[in-house]
């Protein structure tokens, strides 16, 4: 099925490109033969006139209305630490609030995940969550983090929402054809083309990267052991304009990564296997294998009083965890191969309405069905009563699993303006989720903003929030078939994970000083129950969700952003504080000691950071660009339930680019960065803590250029 499926986003994605290059070698039709090349451009402009109007009325469906927006364009993406290369991660990692951890995840508002991403205002159904970044920095025209209280429209993952805004060919007209080359043995060919034939809009991209840090080494070392990646993406953005309110809109993505799982060389052995009592743990060969593809289709319309946009899409993710059957047998008395796959299809339709110059109604609804499957092959042990090896012949258990997960949301919201200053956006939504069991909530949301001067802006909201646990990380082992082995669980409890459900609260004030310089400081407070969680137990890596009882979190960032001809720069920060009590599902997943003293402690959430920090200044000059970015984390929690931290770490980036034209479209761009200037040696992770399973430090120094080709 995997593999049918590749083979038609492959063909889709040929397809679209097909049609881009026919449109733009055919003109469009036309009664006089006159009419050619001024007819085409005149078509050309309609389109892209169009395709902007319908743009600017799609964020009117759906808009942040009160909630905390931070939003980076086409200039700040390029200034990052190796521009539009980086990883997507580092670009949402340079957000205010938001922590970088093991593994590419990231912790927004001290959350673990929690994030729901849209691709033009779309929603983009969950897929496994692995190593590798599916969305590309690449393709964003400007990309948005929109958190707090959020208006009634977006639901289930609610701590912020990741919302890209991509480049379509009404503005990236012409082409691209990159190399970037640097250290740890990355290549990374990549390219471009978009353009306007006819009525129809069209922009691609791909790119492949190898490189050998594929994630995080597990040494302290600059060149890490058995860390090789190869990767490869695509994604198409075909838009039809049907007349001058309506259009079409198709998006196809594919993605395949294969990594290495890095090695920690002098590890002791803890197994006999076959007689034996010793590996080199610097020669494991454990892998890990992840694929995605999704495609979504959008039907918009817009009048004065009346838009709506209504969206199906479908998407395949899977990951394959391939362990070392041998090694992994010495070191852990399990070799578990582990095969996650989840299919999603849905509906989302969402609405606007402008009743009077006070009031504009929105409402809508979501729905998806998934199929998530797990299969596991786990070669152990067996053991006695007090958990000794009884022999060093391994045997094989299969464990294999699935899960269907329906979820349902309605919306219905009012934009009420009693007079020009204050805005009061007031609604509620309806979620339902059936997956181990039925759950519902109605939320109600209120945000306020209030604008008494030109240059100052108040807000206030407040939210209920309703969390499903993700279909894909609920743990769906059979306890009992490892019973005796060196598998087995000391805790037998298991709990179905339930939803989160939470009471947030968001206030906050931005202030314009002169003409370049913004301020804004924010501050939060959520209360939950069931609060949702993951980690890593067991060998492969990958998450597994459970429940706290109960927990809370708080916080504030403060932001600055400046801008004077050609100069600009930024700087974040942010402050939380996390904690949870009392491990509610998936207890099996846990060590007895600890989950004895979470049932009766408050314990720090493992993604809690106390500080957080980003910032950046970049200068342009003629053809140059001179760019520096700085990211500081406080550390993440380690130790026995989380009751300790790693130590905290700042890494400063370097950049610089040339323009060189060539006459007309053509140009050469030559870039040179330098990641983690002075070397910072960093561990995100030690191994200790709940949910962790290896050390994992932060990338060493790396330089890194690129050549670049415009036509």
């Known amino acids: 099925m995997k593999q049918i499926l590749a083979m038609t986003i492959a063909m889709l994605s040929g397809a679209s490109m097909a049609m881009a290059q026919d449109a733009t070698a055919s003109p469009s039709p036309s009664p006089s033969p006159a009419a050619s090349p001024t007819s085409r451009t005149a078509t050309a402009e309609s389109v892209v006139v169009t395709s902007q109007e319908l743009d600017v009325s799609r964020e009117q469906i759906v808009p942040s209305l009160g909630a905390t927006r931070y939003t980076v364009g086409p200039d700040r993406l390029n200034q990052q630490a190796q521009g539009e290369d980086a990883p997507f991660n580092q670009t949402i990692l340079r957000f205010p609030g938001v922590a970088q951890d093991s593994f590419g995840q990231l912790h927004l508002r001290g959350e673990h995940a929690n994030l729901q991403y849209r691709i033009n205002d779309v929603l983009l159904p969950e897929g496994i969550t692995g190593f590798g970044q599916e969305l590309s920095t690449r393709f964003a025209d400007n990309v948005s983090l929109i958190t707090g209280a959020l208006p009634a429209q977006f639901g289930f993952r609610t701590t912020g929402v990741i919302d890209v805004h991509t480049k379509t060919g009404a503005e990236f007209a012409g082409g691209e054809a990159s190399v970037q080359v640097g250290s740890f043995d990355t290549i990374m060919p990549s390219f471009e083309y978009g353009g306007v034939g006819g009525r129809l809009t069209y922009y691609m991209t791909g790119s492949y990267l190898h490189n050998g840090i594929g994630i995080e080494n597990a040494t302290r070392n600059s060149d890490p052991i058995h860390d090789d990646t ?157 958990g000794n090896q009884t022999s060093d012949v391994p045997f094989r258990i299969v464990d294999n699993s699935s899960l269907n997960g329906y979820f349902a949301g309605f919306y219905l919201q009012d934009e009420w303006k009693p007079f020009e200053q204050l805005t009061i956006n007031f609604g509620g939504r309806v979620d339902i989720a059936k997956t181990i069991k039925t759950e519902s909530q109605f939320s109600p949301r209120i945000n306020i903003v209030y604008t008494p001067w030109t240059a100052t802006t108040f807000h206030a909201g407040y939210a209920r929030y309703f969390t499903p646990p993700p279909l894909e990380n609920v743990d769906q082992s059979t306890i009992a078939k490892f019973t005796g082995t060196t598998n087995e669980s000391a ?32 501050g939060f407070y959520k209360h939950a129950r069931n609060v949702l969680d993951e980690g890593q137990f067991g060998q492969a890596l ?21 801008q004077h001809g050609g100069f600009s720069s930024y700087l974040n920060i942010g402050y939380e504080y996390a904690r949870g009590m009392h491990v509610s599902s998936a207890q099996f997943l846990f060590d007895p000691d600890e989950f004895n003293y979470i049932r009766d402690h408050w314990v720090f959430l493992d993604h809690d950071q106390r500080f957080t920090g980003s910032g950046g200044i970049a200068y342009a000059w003629n053809d140059w660009t001179f760019s520096a970015d700085a990211l500081y984390g406080n550390g993440l929690r380690r130790g026995f339930a989380n009751t300790q931290k790693n130590h905290p770490y700042e890494t400063l980036n370097l950049g610089v680019e040339r323009r060189i034209s060539l006459g007309g479209k053509q140009a050469i761009k030559v870039r040179f960065d330098v990641v ?33 080709y415009d036509f």
């Open 491 to 522: 805790i037998t409890l298991d709990s179905p994970v339930k939803a989160e459900r939470a009471h947030y609260f968001d206030a906050g004030v931005t202030q314009k000083i002169g003409d370049g310089l913004q301020l804004g400081i924010d």
């Open 542 to 562: 990958i998450l597994s969700s459970f429940n706290y009882r109960e927990g809370e979190i708080y916080g504030g960032e403060f932001t600055a952003n400046y």
């Open 230 to 386: 190869d990767q490869f993406k695509t994604f198409d953005y075909l838009s039809y304009v049907i007349d001058d309110s309506s259009r079409f809109v198709l998006m196809l993505s594919g993605n395949y990564s294969n990594f290495q799982i890095p090695n920690n060389p002098g590890q002791p052995t803890a197994f006999v296997v076959n007689g034996r009592d010793n590996f080199n743990s610097a020669k494991l060969d454990e892998n890990q294998a992840e694929n995605s593809a999704y495609g979504i289709l959008t039907y918009q319309k817009k009048s004065d009083q009346f838009n709506v946009q209504a969206s199906v899409f479908t998407r395949y993710s899977g990951v394959l965890f391939r362990p070392d059957e041998v090694g992994d047998l010495f070191f852990n008395g399990v070799a578990s191969r582990v095969d996650r796959q989840i299919y999603t299809n849905g509906l989302e339709v969402d609405m606007s309405y402008k009743l009077n110059d006070q009031n504009t109604l929105r409402g809508g609804l979501l729905f998806t069905a998934s199929h998530a499957t797990v299969g596991s092959a786990a070669l152990v042990f067996p053991v006695d009563a007090m």
């Open 676 to 708: 983690n200037l002075f070397d910072k040696i960093y561990e995100l992770r030690d191994g200790s803590g709940i949910g962790v399973g290896a050390p994992q430090f932060g990338q060493r120094r790396g330089f890194y250029g690129t050549v670049a």
